[in-house]
């Protein structure tokens, strides 16, 4: 009975001194003042750790700093609370009916190791803002800021463009069939009214555009030949535009979830339709396009909404996100910097 005493009271002392207290995916030590969102993650290196982070050797572990417990709530019930806001008011931003203008190329800039070189300028224009270096560099500094390293330097490639107001705010697309990616951002609608940034605007885009970075990542997908029509033979794995969607990916993984059963032989021409007669189904109107645009609409949806508690299909996609524990570390990631 004695033993017994000692061993409770050893064990009660270890947790006293320890003083973790969790918090949605981390924890909280009370002695250092440090939150750990590990995630599911028992040990990470320095390169691991995202802007904002720091590292601490002895735990091998990112972590973040606050007083408390109930300041890192306060914290997250703020963060939370201002992506909602963000959300509500950008939700409508990608729209079905947009304009299909050509793009107008303003600035190239090549991504070297994260810092971005001008390789070709236009200035044949009157409008300052289309050839404002601060300003295109802005719009570099807060993509890097907002997503981990790891995606990010997949970025070759910056591109200044537009195709008119109120149109496409920002867009990626391969740069080459080795992994480099093209980010492509409308200075127009970037800064409506040429001087201010619409950050929301920006940041609710760049999210959307994040999604496509790590579904069609090279270790997600593999780049193959067309066989039939612009249409692939995958094997029953989802088939995109020169890619089949690798069985286990994020993007097979949701496609045969959410689209194989409903939709076996969607329509890509008409998804105004598609999401009319299935309430409840997508996020946004704008998902209804795609498996790839379902995904990142409800990727943004996952990173910028609290974990829903409805039973709707739509919900059942943003769950799908919490399923894998890197997803969830990435959107805590992005959350520090709303």
Known sequence: MKRNTIQIFS????IMVLSFLF????????????YYPVFGFETQSPEECYYGESYD?????CYI?????EECEAMEADIIRRAEELYEAEQGLLELDASEEELTEFARYVVTSGNVQ???????????VLHDTEKHLELWRLFQTLFPKVYSKQVAELLIVSDGRANTLAAVEPADEEGAWRLLIDIVDAYPDGEVLDRDGVIYSLIHEFAHLVSLDLQQVEWISPVWQGRYDCGGRYAAED???NEHSYLNT???RFWVNTFPAYDLENPESRYASYPGEFVSEYAATNPEEDF????TAFVLTDQPTGASVSDKKILFFYEYPELVRVRFAILQQI
């Open 57 to 61: 050797p002895v735990e091998q572990l």
């Open 254 to 256: 949701f496609y045969q």
């Open 118 to 128: 001008p390789v070709e300028t236009t200035t044949d224009t009157a409008d300052q």
């Open 11 to 14: 064990i009660l002392i270890a």
């Open 65 to 69: 700093r606050c007083s408390s417990y």
């Open 23 to 34: 918090v949605r995916g981390g924890y909280f030590d009370e002695e250092t003042g440090r």
């Open 296 to 299: 990142a609409e409800s990727f």
């Open 243 to 245: 890619v089949c969607a």
